[in-house]
C-alpha cells in the first residue's frame, strides 16, 4: 500500500530489524516513509480543498485512524 521507497524495497520485517538494533538507516528509512507519508497526505488535501471535497476528505482519514488505534 505505501508508495515511499523504504517499503518498495524493504520488507516490514527487515525495516523492524534495523529500528530494533540501533542502526542508522533504519531511522533514515523511518524518516523517508514518514515524509513520503506526509507529503502525499498534504497533495491530497490540497486536492479535495481546490475540488470543494475536503470534508469527505477528513471524514475518510478520521475513520482510517480509528481503525489503526483499534
Known amino acids: 500500500e505505501c508508495r515511499c521507497p523504504a517499503c518498495r524495497h524493504h520488507s516490514r ?3 523492524r530489524h534495523l ?11 523511518t524518516a ?3 515524509l513520503t507519508y ?3 497526505l498534504l497533495t491530497e488535501c490540497r486536492d ?7 470534508s469527505s476528505l477528513h471524514a475518510r482519514i ?3 485512524d480509528e481503525r489503526r488505534l483499534r
Open 13 to 15: 520485517a527487515y525495516l
Open 32 to 34: 523517508l516513509h514518514n
Open 38 to 40: 506526509y507529503l502525499n
Open 19 to 29: 529500528i530494533r538494533s540501533g542502526e542508522s538507516l533504519g531511522m533514515r528509512l
Open 48 to 54: 479535495a480543498i481546490e475540488n470543494g471535497g475536503f
Open 62 to 64: 478520521e475513520a482510517l
